[in-house]
């Protein structure tokens, strides 16, 4: 269900606005303490390493159930006033495997595109690509909007996801998801993110990109 009752306004945000980035992991045995969680470790050195403007970080450990993931979302959405939430674990065919259920369930727009692209990335690597469900959606409130983005568990697809395919010289192969994501966040009001270019390029129209900021 929608949670705008009309037409918003563009929102606009204060230049200079820190990034502020909520990181979900999904996993029984890592949130009940069975064994260590890698999927926020990988996201917070991805991220580290990727971004060059200003960012923080909410992150959440949680169980694969449906009511938990939800409630982590909106939490990280309409509380903390998170910009670009990304959750790790919990999208495959397993009865477990609730993730995008619950992502589509706190929607306001889905983004198929992002999906669509995780699986070419990583049919790159193994045929089993095509078991994941991974979606990508924007949940909006009056006066605020984000990106929710479903990745993998596992650090190595994290960052291929992430980064896309490059070949021996360097040179991008195929385009990771996050090359999208900064234009995205610009549409949805959200702060201009800055990406380190040897890493991940972001790719926005000629019209929105500003001039780089000089590091500090």
């Not at 369930?105 to 999906?115: C, I, S, Y």
């Amino acid at each position: 269900m929608s949670l705008m009752t009309s037409e918003p306004e563009q929102m606009t945000v204060a230049d200079g606005e820190k990034l502020k980035i909520g990181l979900v992991s999904i996993s029984d045995r890592a949130s009940a303490g069975i064994y260590q969680d890698q999927g926020l470790p990988a996201l917070q050195e991805w991220f580290g390493k990727a971004l060059t403007s200003p960012w923080e970080m909410v992150t959440r450990l949680i169980p694969d159930e449906r009511a938990a993931i939800e409630q982590a979302l909106i939490a990280l959405v309409d509380d903390e006033q998170c910009h670009l939430v990304i959750t790790t674990g919990g999208t495959g065919p397993s009865r477990r495997d609730v993730t995008p259920e619950a992502t589509l369930a706190v929607a306001t727009k889905e983004m198929p595109g992002f999906g669509e692209q995780m699986r070419q990335i990583s049919l790159k690597f193994v045929p089993t690509a095509i078991l994941s469900r991974q979606v990508a959606v924007i949940r909006e409130t009056p006066d605020h909007a984000a990106l929710i983005l479903n990745l993998p568990g596992q650090p190595k697809s994290i960052k291929e996801t992430l980064e896309g395919l490059k070949d021996a010289e360097g040179q991008q192969v195929v385009a990771g998801i996050f090359a999208a994501v900064p234009y995205c966040v610009d549409l949805i009001g959200g702060p201009y993110i800055e990406t380190d270019d040897c890493v991940c390029k972001a790719f926005r129209p000629k019209n929105a990109i500003r001039a780089k900021t000089p590091s500090a």
